[in-house]
């Protein structure tokens, strides 16, 4: 049940933010005892949670790309190529969330030949024009051109745990340009992401001040040869890449896709199935955050008598805790003299209201430890 009255739908895009949730936890920290990885799964199921328990959404679905080339390949065959290769303790990873996603009974889409991004803008348009509104999760920036007055863009800024709400207002803050224009930004620019090269000598600010004086992309090509100085010519000798980067960058917006919108109202999990699956991946955090989300309120700590489940940081272990006790109330305890992150502290521990806890020594912390203390002291 959304939180509001307006009708809710919440999609994700499935790769991006799984790729997100993989890098942003240690994959030597998360794996079963029979070796499987884990840290994308952990990362993108803790996230959803959060997304569930905070935005409350009536309907839910989480799209994904399929293996091989788009229609965009086949018009461009460097379209997103140079990327380093993926990890290989990635990729067996989506299919382990879309085991979660199946037993948590939350729709997922694919399409041959297209991206999640096009099944994000058929879906979001769905949703406008049965007039819910639509919040995007995705860390692609092709997805700002969806952000309307109903549809609002997530994205992440560190890791899946630090979401930005991108309106229209926020947009055109960051972007320079509302979200209708940002693919005719990105046009001039390029997109590294996509191996898509812009403009030489162009960035952001000169290309947002063509877009308003010219009133948009097309008629800045039509003018093309008003425009003055070495930006100008330079536009002139690269007028070809900027139409290719325009025609890339649209989304599609009426796909034909094996569900509707109808079809992604948000249903009644599947208990058994959930543990069954969550203790395979060994996720008993997990499990009990997403029986307190499904099963309503959670018991008093008084009433539930907790038991302390406490474990010692390994180095490099802290930003995963972190993460996995997102959006819970952390207590702090120190031994020693310390104070605001300097002293002679001997030990630190915290502690949540879940009773899960961890103790470190300060001495034992490594470099990226110290940085994500500092960062959530902060």
């Known amino acids: 049940m959304s939180k509001t009255s307006r009708p809710t739908l919440l999609i994700l895009d499935g790769h991006s933010m799984a790729f997100r949730a993989f890098f942003a936890l240690p994959v030597d920290n998360f794996a079963t005892s029979t070796g499987q990885h884990t840290n994308a799964v952990y990362g993108f199921v803790s996230m959803l949670i959060n997304l569930l328990r905070d935005e409350q959404p009536s309907h839910v679905a989480v799209a994904f790309d399929l293996a091989g080339g788009t229609f965009r390949t086949e018009q461009y065959g460097e379209y997103k190529g140079g990327r380093a290769p993926i990890p290989p303790e990635f990729p067996g990873q989506i299919d382990l969330i879309k085991e979660v996603l199946d037993a948590l009974n939350i729709v997922h889409l694919e399409k041959p030949d297209y991206e999640a991004d096009d099944i994000l803008a058929t879906m979001s348009t769905r949703a406008t024009r049965k007039g819910m509104r639509t919040l995007v999760v995705s ?5 700002i051109q969806l952000v309307n007055d109903d549809v609002t863009l997530l994205y992440p800024r560190k890791g899946v745990s630090d979401l930005l709400r991108l309106d229209p207002q926020a947009v055109e803050e960051k972007y320079l340009v509302p979200p209708a224009s940002y693919p005719e930004l990105a046009a001039l620019v390029g997109e590294s992401a996509d191996n898509l090269p812009g403009v030489p000598g162009v960035g952001p600010k000169t290309a947002a001040k063509w877009l308003k004086s010219y009133d948009g992309l097309e008629n800045l090509i039509r003018e093309a040869d008003s425009v003055k100085g070495k930006a100008g010519q330079s536009l002139r000798d690269h007028l070809e890449d900027v139409q290719r980067n325009r025609r890339l960058n649209a989304l599609v917006l009426d ?63 802290l930003a995963g805790w972190l993460a996995e006790h997102a959006g819970q109330r952390i207590g702090l305890e120190v031994t020693g003299s310390w104070s605001q992150g300097t002293g002679d ?30 960062s959530w002291l902060a």
Not at 282 to 293: I, K, P, S, T, Y
Not at 356 to 372: N, Q, V
């Open 139 to 143: 860390g692609d920036r092709d997805a």
């Open 255 to 317: 796909l034909d896709l094996d569900a509707d919108i109808d079809d992604l109202a948000h249903r009644p999990w599947n208990p058994e199935a959930t543990r069954t699956l969550f203790e395979s991946l060994e996720f008993r955090n997990l499990w009990d955050r997403v029986q307190a989300l499904e099963g309503g309120e959670e018991e008093p700590a008084e009433a539930a008598g907790i038991q302390i489940d406490g474990k010692t940081l390994t180095a490099g272990g």
């Open 345 to 374: 502290a001997t030990g630190l521990a915290l502690g949540c209201q879940d009773g899960s806890a961890l103790w470190l020594d300060p001495a034992e912390l490594g470099p990226a430890d110290d940085r994500e203390l500092a």
